[in-house]
């Protein structure tokens, strides 16, 4: 699976061009379902080209624009290594990027000026997205999860073992050594052997190295430099798996500030398939998730009623709102979509029933742009927006800004 967080995100929002081309669809990660994969990458690869004809782009530049993407269908590799869930694919004239998600997405495919990534909100809302550490001593793994599953990140780059954990402390501290020792001499300037403690100091008292706790927080300490170094600045809640022993001694060396640090998924996490590995994680983040989504309803509904400067569900409203880092915590809801354009500069907007040539989504835009200006964003089942709105918000400071209707 790929690593998708703030900062990819960031980076595909800022890309803006005359062709920006984004694929979405489920992927299958059984070997029997294989081909059901190349074949909706192959209709959404179609229905691309039909919306890029319709725009008078020629058949041979279409071709150049869809020849990377067209490459996946021809890589049955690609199809069996960690696929995930689902696939986003994101194509411009000049580069061609996929992610392999633990999300399943409905088929869709968009052409405009700018990517649409609302379908990745699950993943970077402040409900639903976790990491999962499964730690034991012969096999360390990080995933990223959402409430569909969990996927591995093949690219984090961890001590797969305690062994190696060690072994990589011992190569360091032994070239240390042999460069200070070649390097000491008496007044004389004649060589003298220097005396060194640490592991594998031949029975030093200050060597506690020996101890089997102490070299498993050894263990866990480097686990947790290299999981902070990848995850650093994530808002996400982290999970440990592993046996209970584990926990006190990793929330004692942890450095990530998101760690449940009152529960894990006890046992070892190898004996678990990956669908029972996910179930008992989200047991666990769920009610997480549950208390900080119920406590942004009410304080919206009670900020609605009771102050209405400080929240809105008027479309109009928000969107500016989004633009210009009015919003605190905006709800949208998943599957849903509002064609139109909006200028930020003239604090215009057009809205269409059906989509136009030149239209994007203004839910997806709402929500990239709240997101990247640091609001907090609960992306919803339509039956779960506040009192079955459309769109709500709450705003980080009283301003009367209001978009007016153009064309």
């Not at 998924?265 to 029972?276: Q, R």
């Not at 009410?298 to 900020?303: G, S």
Request: aromatic share 8%; charged share 30%; proline share 5%.
């Amino acid at each position: 699976m790929d690593l998708f967080n703030r900062d990819e995100l960031r980076r595909l929002a800022e890309l803006q061009g005359d062709v920006c081309i984004s694929l979405y669809l489920p992927t299958y990660r059984n070997e029997s379902d294989w081909s059901q994969n190349t074949t909706r990458l192959k209709n959404l690869l179609r229905e691309a080209r039909d919306q890029l004809r319709n725009q008078d782009y020629r058949e041979d530049l279409i071709d150049d624009i869809l020849a990377d993407a067209r490459q996946l269908l021809d890589r049955p590799g690609f199809w069996r290594q960690s696929i995930g869930d689902g696939l986003a694919v994101f194509i411009t004239p000049d580069s061609t990027e996929r992610f392999r998600l633990p999300l399943s997405f409905d088929e869709l495919a968009i052409v405009g000026d700018r990517f649409h990534l609302k379908p990745l909100f699950p993943l970077i809302a402040a409900n639903n997205r976790f990491y999962l550490l499964a730690l034991s001593q012969n096999d360390v793994r990080l995933y990223q999860g959402t409430h569909q599953s969990v996927s591995e990140i093949q690219k984090a780059e961890i001590p797969s073992d305690i062994v190696e954990a060690l072994q990589q402390t011992e190569d360091s501290e032994q070239q240390l050594q042999s460069h200070v020792q070649n390097r000491a001499s008496d007044p004389d300037g004649q060589r003298v052997d220097a005396a060194f403690h640490g592991h594998g100091g031949g029975g030093n008292s200050d060597d506690m190295s020996g101890e089997p706790q102490d070299e498993l927080k050894r263990f866990l300490r480097e686990v947790d430099e290299n999981v902070a170094d990848y995850i650093s600045g994530e808002e996400v809640p982290l999970v440990l798996a592993g046996v209970s022993e584990y926990l006190p001694l990793y929330r004692d060396v942890n450095s990530y500030p998101q760690l449940i640090e009152d529960d894990l998924v006890a046992g070892n996490p190898e004996s678990l398939d990956i669908k029972e590995l996910h179930r008992k994680a989200w047991e666990i983040v769920e009610p997480v998730f549950m208390e900080k989504e119920e406590s942004e309803l009410d304080r919206f509904e009670q900020l609605y009623y009771q102050n209405e400067d400080m929240a809105s569900d008027d479309f109009h409203e928000i969107i500016p709102g989004c633009a210009y880092s009015r919003v605190d915590t905006l709800f949208v809801p998943v599957g849903e979509y509002r064609w139109g354009r909006f200028d930020a500069d003239t604090n215009t907007v057009e809205v269409h029933e059906e989509q136009k040539p030149g239209d994007g989504d203004l839910l997806n835009y709402a929500a990239v742009t709240a997101y990247l200006n640091g609001a907090t964003i609960h992306a919803l089942n339509p039956e779960k927006m506040p009192g079955g709105r459309s769109i709500a918000a709450t705003f980080r400071y009283q301003a009367d800004v209001s978009a007016v209707e153009s064309g």
